[in-house]
């Protein structure tokens, strides 16, 4: 009966049922649109920063992440590299890297960059760097003097491809060290930071360069499904000595974008307080409007014997109702908006020194959670009925008296 009553309620209004459903909807659809955007710009500096030579896990001799000298450098790598086939899960990747701080210049200019000997083969499968030369070629296994650079650092030094690059960082004898390497590739990424940051070469030739024999300064390991990152983090420390060996997930090594993702957790939280504290106030102003409208109805149905927890029911049914019909239509049209956007995205490249200032990347693909979905409807639907209880209580407190009596 309740429930009939209150879906015929609703209509007999259909203007003001209008706008709060409205407002309903408006309200569940910035609730999560706006929230997958937010996620889809933590997903992005995530992914970006996995892919940006970090890894899920990286494994460094103990006190390189404190001092990033050649002194720190692993003096047994094929120790470490017989664990790891024993602990990562199938699937797994890694792959082995000199990273010491350089000096890099040409006729014209000197910078300070970050000198990176890789493993071709290994370090495309890992890393961002194998799939973003966009001119010349990538490294070969067997490149002895051939260097990648970044966009960025060819345009601020005025040179191009074939040309030289004079390469200089100390060596394990504490010497200076210097090479010369002609650059066959050019690689973009999506930080402008990132390419005038790194230099590639192959790791023999920084090895050698160096003077480092077999020695290396870190091992990058990305696992099938980054659920297990913490899991097989603490099995690497429990098998590697922690005297000589430290390992250190991505969020210990990217704790600028941890942060990020705790900020971002809790602007979406104020959000959805926000919506709904605008909501709340229109949802209890309509159901006012209509129980004092019908004053005159409930004493009668009062005065023919009608319990006050009855009106109670009925009022909180057609609540009931609105917020059901809101979410459903809200929740189509967020999906909707999602699924507009998921192939092209944001582009903000118009704005990508701003947005890299602020480390949001250049083009915002919407991300959908499930959590953020069930939280924005429980939101609603929970603190919707409990702003209705008031206008509900007010109404099963009519005396028939009163009710009858009001004009």
Not at 24 to 29: C, R, Y
Not at 177 to 186: C, E, L, M, N, Y
Not at 348 to 364: C, D, H, N, Q, R
């Given at each position: 009966?309740?429930?009939r009553?209150?879906?015929?309620?609703?209509?007999?209004?259909?203007?003001?049922?209008?706008?709060i459903?409205?407002?309903?909807?408006?309200?569940?659809?910035?609730?999560?649109?706006?929230?997958?955007?937010?996620?889809?710009?933590?997903?992005?500096?995530?992914?970006?920063?996995?892919?940006?030579?970090?890894g899920?896990?990286?494994?460094?001799h103990?006190?390189?992440?404190?001092?990033?000298?050649?002194?720190?450098?692993?003096?047994?790598?094929?120790?470490?590299e017989?664990?790891?086939?024993?602990?990562?899960?199938a699937g797994?990747?890694?792959?082995?890297r000199?990273?010491?701080?350089a000096?890099?210049?040409?006729?014209r200019?000197t910078?300070?960059?970050t000198f990176?000997?890789?493993?071709?083969?290994?370090?495309?499968?890992?890393?961002?760097?194998?799939?973003?030369?966009a001119?010349?070629?990538?490294?070969?296994?067997?490149?002895?003097?051939?260097?990648?650079?970044?966009?960025?650092l060819?345009?601020?030094?005025?040179t191009?491809?074939?040309?030289?690059?004079?390469?200089?960082?100390?060596?394990?004898?504490?010497?200076?060290a210097?090479?010369?390497?002609?650059?066959?590739?050019?690689?973009?990424?999506?930080?402008?930071?990132?390419?005038?940051?790194?230099?590639?070469?192959?790791?023999?030739?920084?090895?050698?360069?160096?003077?480092m024999k077999?020695?290396?300064?870190?091992?990058?390991?990305?696992?099938?499904?980054?659920?297990?990152?913490?899991?097989?983090?603490?099995?690497?420390?429990?098998?590697?000595?922690?005297a000589?060996?430290?390992?250190q997930?991505?969020?210990?090594?990217l704790?600028?974008?941890?942060?990020?993702?705790?900020?971002?957790?809790?602007?979406?939280?104020?959000?959805?307080?926000?919506?709904?504290?605008?909501?709340?106030?229109?949802?209890?102003?309509?159901?006012?409007?209509?129980v004092?409208?019908?004053?005159?109805?409930?004493?009668?149905?009062?005065?023919?014997?009608?319990k006050?927890?009855?009106?109670i029911?009925?009022?909180?049914?057609?609540?009931?109702?609105?917020?059901?019909?809101?979410?459903?239509?809200g929740?189509?049209?967020?999906?909707?908006?999602?699924?507009?956007?998921?192939?092209?995205?944001?582009d903000?490249?118009s704005?990508?020194?701003?947005?890299?200032?602020?480390?949001?990347?250049?083009?915002?693909?919407?991300?959908?959670?499930?959590k953020d979905?069930?939280?924005?409807?429980?939101?609603?639907?929970?603190?919707?009925?409990v702003?209705?209880?008031?206008?509900a209580?007010k109404a099963?407190?009519?005396?028939?008296?009163?009710?009858?009596?009001?004009?």
């Amino acid at each position: 009966m309740f429930l009939r009553l209150g879906w015929r309620n609703i209509w007999r209004n259909p203007r003001r049922t209008a706008v709060i459903m409205t407002a309903i909807i408006i309200g569940v659809w910035s609730m999560i649109f706006l929230g997958a955007l937010m996620r889809g710009i933590t997903d992005e500096m995530v992914r970006n920063g996995i892919a940006t030579l970090t890894g899920h896990i990286q494994v460094h001799h103990k006190g390189y992440r404190d001092d990033p000298v050649i002194e720190n450098s692993m003096t047994n790598p094929r120790d470490v590299e017989t664990v790891l086939g024993k602990v990562l899960p199938a699937g797994s990747r890694w792959t082995s890297r000199v990273r010491v701080n350089a000096v890099v210049s040409n006729a014209r200019h000197t910078a300070g960059v970050t000198f990176v000997g890789i493993d071709p083969s290994r370090e495309a499968k890992v890393s961002f760097i194998g799939g973003a030369v966009a001119e010349g070629r990538y490294l070969k296994q067997d490149d002895k003097y051939g260097i990648v650079v970044g966009k960025a650092l060819v345009d601020k030094f005025e040179t191009k491809l074939g040309r030289k690059m004079l390469v200089m960082s100390q060596d394990t004898e504490r010497e200076i060290a210097s090479r010369s390497f002609r650059i066959v590739g050019i690689f973009r990424s999506e930080m402008e930071a990132t390419e005038k940051q790194y230099v590639f070469v192959t790791r023999t030739a920084a090895q050698h360069m160096l003077k480092m024999k077999n020695e290396i300064s870190e091992i990058s390991v990305v696992l099938p499904d980054s659920k297990e990152v913490d899991a097989v983090a603490d099995s690497l420390r429990r098998t590697l000595p922690s005297a000589d060996y430290e390992i250190q997930t991505w969020r210990e090594l990217l704790p600028l974008i941890t942060a990020y993702l705790s900020i971002y957790d809790g602007f979406i939280f104020i959000w959805f307080v926000v919506v709904f504290i605008a909501m709340g106030f229109g949802i209890v102003n309509t159901t006012l409007m209509a129980v004092f409208e019908r004053m005159r109805e409930f004493g009668l149905l009062k005065s023919l014997g009608m319990k006050p927890w009855w009106v109670i029911k009925e009022v909180l049914v057609e609540s009931f109702f609105i917020l059901m019909i809101g979410m459903i239509i809200g929740n189509i049209f967020s999906f909707l908006s999602v699924i507009a956007l998921s192939g092209t995205g944001i582009d903000l490249s118009s704005l990508a020194a701003g947005s890299e200032f602020v480390g949001i990347p250049k083009i915002i693909y919407p991300a959908l959670y499930v959590k953020d979905v069930i939280g924005a409807n429980l939101v609603v639907f929970v603190l919707g009925l409990v702003v209705s209880i008031y206008p509900a209580v007010k109404a099963a407190r009519f005396t028939p008296i009163e009710a009858l009596a009001h004009n």
